[in-house]
């Protein structure tokens, strides 16, 4: 027979948790700060990850370890909490958080100092609710960098960090409140042409431009458009153009994303499209054409059940009321390489209101992340999201439930065609 106590009114858990976050604010408003003011670029987030290690360090019971993915994601890390109170044969509840810290190059216009610490809260705040309400259950806070672009959640997944873990879920700034967000699939691409250098004056036909075939494929492009789907995004800036406007270029480079709906529709459909386009304008001007592929990052398989059970703390906690999941699901939100861990285990991945009008990767965005505003509402949204972890924690039929969402929808994704590791 369990020795665990019946769980209390989730009214008295919600004060625990609220006061529990009181007591850590000034600590967690201090971290999000250091990693604000000392921004880095995808893995190379050093600071940032013994900044968030040290702190963690101090937290008891608290483990914290490099990621099984060190070698390739050199500032990723795994911390881990264990409560093992009951009986061996109980069933051990592993609920994973995300932390991302990796900056743009403007800074944190994206506000990942705030899921920073959303992570780290939600972490050691549903630590705390273990050890006060006697519960039962493993946590795991991952810190995931090179979110921008670099997928070290894919390389995590791809290493076995995530091995274990039965639900996942984190939260991401915005100027809006979403539970079902939609997050395309993605993928980068960076091209880059090799043709001949020659006078551009005196003697051109002995060139081979290699900024020419970057042309013919930006306008192959841009015609391909037409025939994308209204949810599919092509876009792409130059690197690299030529090195003087009286030579004839012989190297070019460019970076592209491609993205869709689904990570089926990128792979079959809209990614093929773009590769074509570039491969041609390779051929259209001579050069050779050398094609590197980044991580496919996949689309949030948002779900339900834990969606739900935030949606309702949303509106107890904080009065907010969502639209239907059909008219948020309408708002794009770009792509994360969460989505590969949804694809993994059970998961979610909500958007909170910081209070700033502009979208994100913008100034205005960059200097609202600092704010105390933008601070009290991370830690407003991050009371809502420990309750899930709760429900999943102490709740049977809500763990069926989720699982058995999550599993119809790999199904589904299998008979579309869909590897569903997470990776490729």
Known sequence: MSTTPSLPDPSEIRTSVRDFLAQLSAELRDLSLKIYNHPELSFQEHFAAATIRAYLETKAGVVVQDSKAKQETPTAFVATFEHLVGEE????????????????????????????????????????????FHLRGRLTLFGTPGEEGLGGKINMLRAGDFDGIHFAMMLHPGNIDLAYPTYLAAQSLDVEYFGREAHASSAPWDGVNALDAMVCAFNAIAHVRQQLRPTDRVHGVITNGGAAPNIIPAYTSASMMVRALTIGGLKEEVKPKVVACLEGGGKAAGCEFKLTEHPTYYDVNTNPTLTSIYTSELATQLGISLPSPTDQRAISRGSTDIGNVTYACPGIHNVFDIGCAAEIHSVEFLEHAKSEMAHERTLQRVGCLVMVAVGVLTDKAVRDKARKEWEEERVRAVARGVEVRGWE
Do not use: K, M, Q, W
Not at 90 to 99: H, K, P, R, T, Y
């Open 89 to 132: 044969h109980e069933e051990l509840v592993s609920v994973g958080f995300c932390s991302e810290y990796d900056a743009l190059p403007i800074g944190h216009a994206c506000g990942h100092n705030l899921i920073c610490i959303s992570g780290v809260a939600a972490f050691l705040t549903t630590a705390f609710l273990l050890r006060r």
